[in-house]
T-cell receptor
Framework: ELKVEQNPLFLSMQEGKNYTIYCNYS?????LYWYRQDPGKSLESLFV?????AVKQEGRLMASLDTKARLSTLHITAAVHDLSATYFC????????FGKGTRLHILP | EPEVTQTPSHQVTQMGQEVILRCVPI?????FYWYRQILGQKVEFLVS????????KSEIFDDQFSVERPDGSNFTLKIRSTKLEDSAMYFC?????????????FGAGSRLTVL
């Protein structure tokens, strides 16, 4: 059974700081996703990573994938309050399997 | 930008009642999914649907659940006899393909409250 584990599950940080969310998964997959969810809202696709060493960046967020280690990271640079949300890592195995999510709270 | 539309946004029902949640996927998408999220918890896969049949379903998707694509646009999730533990946000998603980048686009969700 595929397991997707994120850490931390909750992160409170100051604006302007950098931090990384980690995502480990238990079996091989050819696709890894990062989604964002604001409270009470839907899931918004941020990144899709398809190959070992893939790196994608959008604004202050950068995602990377190491398929050998079965590890993806989501790095936040110089956090701003608008990035407060829950971030889900998800892995494809015929369907998307989500991690538990990391609730990110950025203090102004 | 194309979007997945879900109705109702919120439904309150009594335990034992039947509920139908409706979804209109993006028009050129071929793969359809239902997920659910119990408040504050992880997003769980329920079922995937392609070519008018179920591709895969999870343990959660028992005999009380069914899906249907009654016409060319709607994709429905029916819960025959709701239980308290069915209270959750139900998300419909669709994608164009199941290979390559295959991004699932999610709807805004239908919140189901079972009393």
């Amino acid at each position: 059974e595929l397991k997707v584990e994120q850490n931390p599950l909750f992160l409170s940080m100051q604006e302007g700081k950098n931090y990384t969310i980690y995502c480990n998964y238990s079996t091989t997959s050819d696709r890894l996703y990062w989604y964002r969810q604001d409270p009470g809202k839907s899931l918004e696709s941020l990144f899709v990573l398809l190959s070992n060493g893939a790196v994608k960046q959008e604004g202050r967020l950068m995602a990377s994938l190491d398929t050998k280690a079965r590890l993806s990271t989501l790095h936040i640079t110089a956090a701003v309050h608008d990035l407060s949300a829950t971030y889900f890592c998800a892995v494809w195995r015929g369907k998307i399997i989500f991690g538990k999510g990391t609730r990110l709270h950025i203090l102004p | 930008e194309p979007e997945v539309t879900q109705t109702p946004s919120h439904q309150v029902t009594q335990m034992g009642q039947e509920v139908i949640l409706r979804c209109v996927p993006i028009s050129n998408h071929l793969y359809f999914y239902w997920y659910r999220q119990i408040l504050g918890q992880k997003v769980e896969f329920l079922v995937s649907f392609y070519n008018n049949e179920i591709s895969e379903k999870s343990e959660i998707f028992d005999d009380q659940f069914s899906v249907e694509r009654p016409d060319g646009s709607n994709f429905t999730l029916k819960i025959r006899s709701t239980k308290l533990e069915d209270s959750a946000m139900y998300f419909c998603a669709s994608s164009q393909q199941d290979s390559g980048a295959n991004v699932l686009t999610f709807g805004a969700g239908s919140r189901l409250t079972v009393l």
